[in-house]
């Protein structure tokens, strides 16, 4: 069974400019969440999917947004892009909302420059 | 609000000698709590949940609803244990999973 698979891997934008990252879940998983990680904060939980529909967001200004598709993808975009925003970005895939256990990509990680 | 705290950035230990990497929670509820672990150039992936009350790669924790505690441990490291480990945890909803900011681990030969 494929991995959790997410694209980019790498990219390099520069400030103002806007990024949307990919995610691909685990055949048969339905709920996709996205996390953001720094050497400084750790795991911040960015938001949750499950069927299309947001389950859960996390403590982020509006400029980050996502969605589902009915295949169960899921993108993440981040508009007006801060130099801030450089991070790893994990995508995470579960059967279920409040599932235990939550298999990761290799993430995609964003310089901003 | 739930929040996930461990106080070791890095923690180094010799091989075979006992490890335990600290985490405390605040969450008023019955968590469910885990700790996933992420080896050099590797997924971040689970390692072990407080429910099943498992041994994993010689890995145990305990959840300590008094001292709100669910610390990791092993008795004996090894050279393949050093990694980056997460705690994690979910309140009994379907809300998300909650890090804490990871504790390094390095097994020195």
């Known amino acids: 069974k494929a991995g959790v698979t997410q694209t980019p891997r790498y990219l390099i934008k520069t400030r103002g400019q806007q990024v949307t990252l990919s995610c691909s879940p685990i055949?048969?998983?339905?709920?996709v969440s996205w996390y953001q990680q720094t050497p400084g904060q750790g795991l911040q939980f960015l938001f949750e999917y499950f069927s299309e529909t947001q389950r859960n967001k996390g403590n982020f200004p509006g400029r980050f947004s996502g969605r589902q598709f009915s295949n169960s993808r899921s993108e993440m975009n981040v508009s007006t892009l801060e130099l801030g925003d450089s991070a790893l970005y994990l995508c995470a895939s579960s059967y279920w909302t409040g599932a235990g256990e939550l298999f990761f990509g290799e993430g995609s990680r964003l310089t901003v420059l | 609000a739930q929040r996930v705290t461990q106080p070791e950035k890095l923690l180094s230990v010799f091989k075979g000698a006992p490890v335990e990497l600290k985490c405390n929670y605040s969450?008023?509820?019955?968590?469910?709590l885990f700790w996933y672990v992420q080896y050099s150039r590797q997924r971040l992936q689970l390692l072990l949940r407080h429910i099943s009350r498992e041994s994993i790669k010689g890995f145990t924790a305990d959840l300590n609803k008094g001292e709100t505690s669910f610390h990791l441990k092993k008795p004996f490291a090894q050279e393949e244990d050093s990694a980056m480990y997460y705690c994690a945890l979910r309140d009994s909803g379907n809300t998300p999973l909650v890090f804490g900011k990871g504790t390094r681990l390095s097994v020195i030969a």
């Open positions: 969450y008023s509820g019955s968590p469910e």
């Open positions: 055949s048969g998983h339905r709920s």
